[in-house]
T-cell receptor
Framework: SAVISQKPSRDICQRGTSLTIQCQVDSQVTMMFWYRQQPGQSLTLIATANQGSEATYESGFVIDKFPISRPNLTFSTLTVSNMSPEDSSIYLC?????????????FGPGTRLTVL | AQKITQTQPGMFVQEKEAVTLDCTYDTSDPSYGLFWYKQPSSGEMIFLIYQGSYDQQNATEGRYSLNFQKARKSANLVISASQLGDSAMYFCAMRVSGGYNKLIFGAGTRLAVHP
């Protein structure tokens, strides 16, 4: 499976500011995904990022709040804009790999964000 | 509506014993995939095992096996010979149809392995 890294691993931010999270993969992948995991909750898909096209956002998530870039097949960024304490979450990126004969999502280590 | 339900918020098991984590799903699509992930306290999500809706046999991967009962729409994870390092959150997920390989996750079960 691909090796996925995220930067930063954690951060503490002030409300009203923005944070950009980077996701780097050691091999080329077609699809990358961004998830949010609020404290004590499950994962929720924010958007799907394909290289060369606009990200596809899930219901409840908008580009102005969570702009995504996908400049090439190994890299993506997610920006959390105009943050509030409700944005405190773990943000995870994932990529598709092959396991058991099917496309499987492999996750990065996550970015723990705390907004004060 | 497509949905994953994990009814056990927490489970505990004695080291070296087997444990079953429950997962039921709801979908009207004939083709779907079911996944289990482990999330230790570090926060990373670790892929464990996959079961396809058309697979005739239950999936196995080392100490992990998936008890797939299609008619009951259940996909329970069985961990044999539990180890202390198995203590973590476990999430069941379903790949939905319609492209994009989107995953829907259940609420998760926290497993504690006691020595």
């Amino acid at each position: 499976s691909a090796v996925i890294s995220q930067k930063p691993s954690r951060d503490i931010c002030q409300r009203g500011t923005s944070l950009t999270i980077q996701c780097q993969v050691d091999s080329q992948v077609t699809m990358m995904f961004w998830y949010r995991q609020q404290p004590g909750q499950s994962l929720t898909l924010i958007a799907t990022a394909n290289q060369g096209s606009e990200a596809t956002y899930e219901s409840g998530f908008v580009i102005d709040k969570f702009p995504i870039s996908r400049p090439n097949l190994t890299f993506s960024t997610l920006t959390v804009s105009n943050m509030s304490p409700e944005d405190s979450s773990i943000y995870l990126c994932s990529v598709l790999g092959l396991a058991g004969g099917t496309d499987t999502q492999y996750f990065g280590p996550g970015t723990r964000l705390t907004v004060l | 509506a497509q949905k994953i339900t994990q009814t056990q918020p927490g489970m505990f098991v004695q080291e070296k014993e087997a444990v079953t984590l429950d997962c039921t799903y709801d979908t009207s699509d004939p083709s779907y995939g079911l996944f289990w992930y482990k999330q230790p306290s570090s926060g990373e999500m670790i892929f464990l095992i996959y079961q396809g809706s058309y697979d005739q046999q239950n999936a196995t991967e080392g100490r992990y096996s998936l008890n797939f009962q299609k008619a009951r729409k259940s996909a329970n994870l069985v961990i044999s010979a539990s180890q202390l390092g198995d203590s973590a959150m476990y999430f069941c997920a379903m790949r939905v149809s319609g492209g994009y390989n989107k995953l829907i996750f259940g609420a998760g079960t926290r497993l504690a392995v006691h020595p």
